[in-house]
């Protein structure tokens, strides 16, 4: 529903009360979640969103990044390598990878956006964000994308990022399949 829109004080006319930009997004979140669990197209175009957008992040992550900028993206990768043997942690840091990369442009609805899009698909299929193994290639590919926005190079950015994520896609992919087999596989035993 649309609580907290619509204001009513006593002997007043009703008025457009004025949410908080986080409390919106919690809503849309609560609504995104639920879509994702009812509909199957959802994760997919929640999927492609996010690389339209983080690859608009990082290309202009690219242009602008200052030194003060890189240096924030560098520690942001380095606590992450620091995190490899806890999977939850790393997990953390690898959204905050990739929320650094959107902060780098200033722009306070960018940061909610990559907040909210990593959350949406964290809460949504938190057991296919980390594959065992995966953390040493995703590492890579960070550091790849942290050497593209160091260098102001704003097309090999946008390929390491498309790359990044299409190989995330794949593995979701990949295990989708491999749950998919397994329930199906449980739901023969029992006739």
């Not at 002997?11 to 949410?19: K, L, M, Q, S, T």
């Not at 995703?138 to 994308?145: C, G, K, M, P, S």
Request: contains cysteine.
């Amino acid at each position: 529903g649309s609580a907290g829109l619509i204001e009513i004080s006593h002997g007043e006319r009703a008025r457009i009360a004025v949410p908080d930009t986080r409390s919106m997004f919690d809503r849309i979140g609560q609504t995104m979640l639920h879509l994702l669990q009812t509909s199957p197209t959802t994760l997919e175009h929640l999927k492609e969103a996010r690389i339209l957008f983080e690859v608009g992040m990082v290309k202009m992550a690219a242009m602008n990044a200052t030194a003060a900028h890189i240096e924030t993206l560098s520690r942001a990768l380095e606590h992450q390598r620091s995190r490899i043997d806890n999977a939850a942690e790393f997990v953390k840091a690898d959204m905050a990878f990739h929320t650094a990369i959107a902060s780098v442009s200033g722009n306070s609805v960018c940061m909610l956006l990559s907040e909210a899009m990593l959350d949406w698909l964290f809460n949504f299929r938190r057991d296919l964000l980390r594959l065992p193994g995966s953390e040493f290639i995703t590492l890579a590919e960070h550091q790849r994308l942290l050497d593209a926005v160091s260098a102001h190079d704003v097309e090999e950015a946008e390929r390491a990022m498309v790359d990044h994520l299409k190989r995330a896609n794949e593995r979701y992919r990949i295990l989708e399949d491999a749950m998919r087999r397994r329930s199906l596989n449980g739901e023969a035993d029992e006739t």
